[in-house]
């Protein structure tokens, strides 16, 4: 616990970063942008990695060792990526992610995530998710590919991601992460916009959904969207690293989100390996929004009570888990 605040970590990927893993040019520069990630915004006297040494196969121990170890998080969220048409297992196979589950089940969620314009096969994979490998939520990626191409599927689509949604509530699940924003590789930026989660929120009320990484650079839409739905939430999973590079753009990002949705509907995620979790957890707790910004545009101050439910208090709740027993349970 980071000066007693419950940090729940909504997303690491055991990332096989390794060029033989990728299938073609469109693999190469997925992995060549997140790596660009690690290293622009890694501030000052944090380690770089060079590229020999991040560009490998991470193992679910590496995750666990480097999130537990050496942070001050109390429970993590393992996610896989389901981009087979860009690499040989997904990138960060979902296999792997239940193992690193498997390492402490106290402390580490399973993601599943499946491609839901597979149809059938989909549906199929994410029973056995649930049922064999215990996940709780699914996340979701907007785009596939072709030889290369991108193709794209829509979260308010009828044919293909509503009887993803439909099968998600037969097997008791309720919360759904959809990456937004942050193109990467050869994803079209269209393709991560946000204009279909109204859709999605307005036909699956009972469903929650998770924007992660606050639609960036879509950021307005997103939320005015938060505002609407109330089963909307904003992950700030990759954004919360420009905290340290880019302090100012963080704070106006922030912002905007603490005066539309509140302080109840933003989620802490770490990214890890891409960024080691503590250096960013450390300058959020010790963050502030610069005055001008709250007396320019009546932005919220951020508070401690504020922090504490970003870092770890609404994913509890989003989980159903009670904030004082998950504290209790794991300090016993």
């Known amino acids: 616990m980071h000066n007693d605040a419950f940090v729940f970590d909504c997303v690491a990927h055991v990332f096989n970063f390794d060029k033989k893993n990728a299938l073609g040019p469109g693999g190469e520069s997925f992995i060549d942008h997140l790596y660009a990630f690690h290293a622009t915004l890694t501030p000052d006297g944090e380690t770089v990695l060079p590229p020999e040494e991040y560009m490998r196969q991470w193992s679910p ?43 402490d089940r106290e402390r580490i969620v399973f993601w599943g995530s499946v491609n839901p314009m597979e149809g059938r096969r989909a549906l199929d994979l994410m029973e056995v998710q649930v049922k064999e ?21 829509r979260m308010d689509d009828p044919q293909i991601a509503f009887p993803v949604f439909e099968k998600a509530q037969e097997l008791g699940v309720n919360l759904i992460g959809v990456h937004k924003g942050v193109p990467l590789g050869p994803q079209p930026i269209e393709h991560t916009q946000t204009w279909d989660m109204d859709g999605a929120a307005a036909n699956f009320p009972d469903l929650n959904f998770v924007i992660f990484h606050v639609g960036l650079p ?21 954004t919360l690293n420009f905290v340290v590079r880019a302090p100012r753009q963080f704070a106006e990002n922030l912002g905007k989100l603490l005066f539309w949705c509140g302080e109840d509907k933003i989620i802490y995620g770490s990214e890890c390996p891409i960024f080691h979790p503590q250096w960013a957890l ?8 610069p005055q001008d910004l709250v007396e320019g545009y009546g932005y919220p101050q951020l508070t401690e009570q504020a922090k504490r439910k970003i870092l770890g208090e609404n994913l509890l709740r989003l989980h159903g888990f009670d904030p004082e027993e998950k504290r209790t349970q794991l300090a016993g």
Not at 218 to 238: G, K, M, T
């Open 61 to 103: 121990e590496e995750i666990k060792r480097m999130v537990f170890d050496e942070s001050d998080t109390d429970m993590l969220i393992a996610q896989p990526l389901p981009l087979t048409d860009l690499f040989v297992d997904g990138l960060s196979p979902w296999e792997e992610c239940a193992r690193l589950a498997d390492l």
């Open 282 to 289: 450390k300058a959020f707790w010790e963050f502030a929004l």
């Open 218 to 238: 879509f950021i307005d839409e997103v939320c005015w969207q938060l505002i609407r739905h109330p089963n909307l939430y904003a992950s700030i999973a990759a």
């Open 133 to 153: 490998f215990g996940a709780r939520a699914f996340k979701f990626y907007n785009t596939r590919y072709d030889y290369g191409a991108p193709l794209d599927w």
